[in-house]
């Protein structure tokens, strides 16, 4: 991994998501993790930002069961599960919860990534072809 | 309170003299600038002025036509020769910030008599569910690391409700409470959009959306225009009107998009309020009429607590015992607010405004809260994270 005094670009993050797993962005500096991507540390403000591997696992923070699509495109989707994660090294990030039932799902619940890397179906608005993290429920 | 960026700031020498709406509603035979023409010559009718007197304009986007530069259509399309002029936008909270920007145009003699006006057809421009799309696809949600995962507005205000629930203890029967009173108020007010009174029952069983949050429990989509007139207390004297005194205001910022932000329960809400109160020398208990922001019902719940009404958590239980209806110790949005009365987009918060100076006045009719003195106005942008406050007091 290269050391860069810019910081982190979203390609970078997406590009380092798909060869290497489930990452964060860290400051190199601090050492602390943010979440999503800012042009400096928000606790430092260091430009020394990479994205590192983590655990990937965490908690439900809150969640939401969306029974109307925003758009078509959700509309095969529904009802399905939004929420957010607040991740084992600190930082919280939205995302979709998959294979659980809706109706199971609680707040502090633990989960860990899913198959964000064999995801096959094509992901939408995003510039880099790689879908979002997607989570699901924890197994050891 | 917390100090960040120094000293006391001291109120702004303005004062509201003019206030006025367009038909709300539906109303498919007015455009966005139709609608801001009939609600701004309301207004400077009110005061007693013509468009000839406006020498400033603030105004605020709208969603439904491509207007590249607000303030330029805004300004052509109403006659307006400004001396100062500017499209403001902090979202829901812009209808608050105009106020601001405009006492502190007419306070530092830049300009003498600013028109702030925004709204448009959201409604008959476009079918409800193009709205609500158009809603979701307009940003609140971070574009990549968000959106992608399909959330509505109100999906991203349902993970503020669900966490406060799970903290709290807070219930869909308190939450259907606002919604009720809401409906109640506007049920009074001849300019609403929506009056037939409903149950919590309804609430309760009203189309669940994005649990926790239901049909009932979300803003109304409206065509509707408001406008009000900022003016120098020196003018005022001449003008048809009681002018009311801007005696404090703040702005407090606490996230933009809500997936990151670590404390979905209490919001920016809490600075705003602390420099409104302190810039007025007043404190909660002070207020006679809080006229809060209610994109969801969720929202009104913690804006009472940050905003010093409650302590934090207590607001569902607040709602549920004390009420915030027309009799109770503080009575909250008395026109019926973005829930009932209306929601043409951005500056459906500035209906919070014109009904807080109605009530300063006297004139608020059926909703009239007996002897308001003060009257606390709240703008919330975004996903709960950008607010303003503006207390409001008899000139």
């Known amino acids: 991994m290269t050391t860069s005094v810019n910081p982190l670009t979203s390609h970078q993050y997406w590009e380092s998501l798909r060869t290497q797993g489930f990452c964060l962005p860290q400051c190199q500096a601090c050492k602390e993790f943010h979440f999503y991507l800012r042009p400096a540390c928000p606790a430092c403000g260091s430009l020394n930002i990479q994205a590192v591997v983590t655990s990937g696992r965490g908690n439900v923070y809150s969640f939401s069961i969306v029974y109307r699509a925003p758009s078509p495109a959700f509309e095969k989707d529904v009802p399905y599960v939004v929420a957010i994660v607040a991740t084992d090294e600190g930082p919280h990030l939205m995302t979709r919860l998959i294979k659980v039932k809706p109706e199971e799902v609680t707040v502090g619940m633990r989960v860990m990534v899913s198959g964000w890397r064999t995801r096959d179906e094509p992901a939408e608005r995003l510039s880099d072809g790689v879908a979002p993290p997607l989570f699901e429920p924890e197994s050891l | 309170m917390t100090r960040v960026n120094g000293s006391r700031r001291p109120p702004l020498n303005a004062v509201i003299v003019g206030i006025g709406e367009s038909t709300v509603g539906r109303v498919p035979h007015l455009d966005a600038l139709g609608l801001q023409r009939m609600a701004a010559a309301n207004a400077l009718a009110d005061a007693g002025l013509t468009f000839a007197d406006v020498d400033g304009l603030l105004t605020t986007p709208i969603r439904v036509e491509n207007w590249a530069m607000p303030c330029g259509v805004v300004s052509e399309g109403l006659g307006i020769q400004a001396r100062y002029l500017a499209t403001l936008d902090v979202a829901g909270a812009s209808g608050v910030a105009m106020a601001h920007h405009a006492a502190m145009a007419v306070a530092s003699g830049q300009c003498e008599t600013v028109l702030c006006v925004g709204g448009q057809n959201m409604l008959s421009f476009q079918s409800r569910g193009d709205a609500v799309q158009k809603l979701a696809d307009a940003g609140w949600a971070h574009p990549d690391f968000e959106m992608p995962h399909g959330p509505l507005v109100p999906t991203l205000y349902a993970l503020a409700a669900q966490r406060h629930m799970h903290e709290y203890g807070t219930t869909h029967e308190q939450l259907a409470q606002v919604a009720v009173t809401m409906r109640e108020n506007a049920s009074l007010n001849p300019l609403a959009h929506k009056k037939e009174l409903i149950s919590v029952a309804d609430v309760m069983q009203s189309r669940m959306i994005t649990s926790p949050l239901r049909m009932l429990d979300c803003a109304l989509v409206s065509d509707g225009a ?62 006679d009429v809080a006229q809060l922001y209610d994109c969801f019902t969720i929202t009104v719940l913690i804006e009472l607590e940050d905003l010093g009404f409650c302590a934090k958590g207590e607001g569902g239980h607040y709602v549920a015992s004390q009420g915030i209806g027309l009799s109770s110790p503080l009575p909250v949005t008395t026109h019926g607010g973005l829930l009932s009365a209306g929601h043409p987009g951005l500056a459906g918060g500035m209906f919070h405004l014109t009904e807080g100076v109605r009530q300063l006045r006297g004139q608020a009719q059926a909703r009239q809260v007996p002897d308001a003195q003060v009257v606390l106005v709240h703008g919330n942008g975004g996903i709960i994270g950008l607010h303003n406050t503006l207390i409001l007091g008899k000139g």
Do not use: C
Request: charged share 20%.
């Open chain 2, 226 to 287: 408001v406008a009000f007139i900022v003016t120098t207390p020196e003018r005022a004297r001449d003008l048809k009107q009681m002018p009311v005194k801007l005696l404090g205001h703040g702005y407090g910022h606490s996230h933009t998009y809500i997936g990151d932000y670590k404390n979905v329960t209490t919001t920016g809400a809490v600075r705003s309020g602390q420099e409104a109160y302190a810039m007025a020398g007043l404190t909660p208990r002070d207020i």
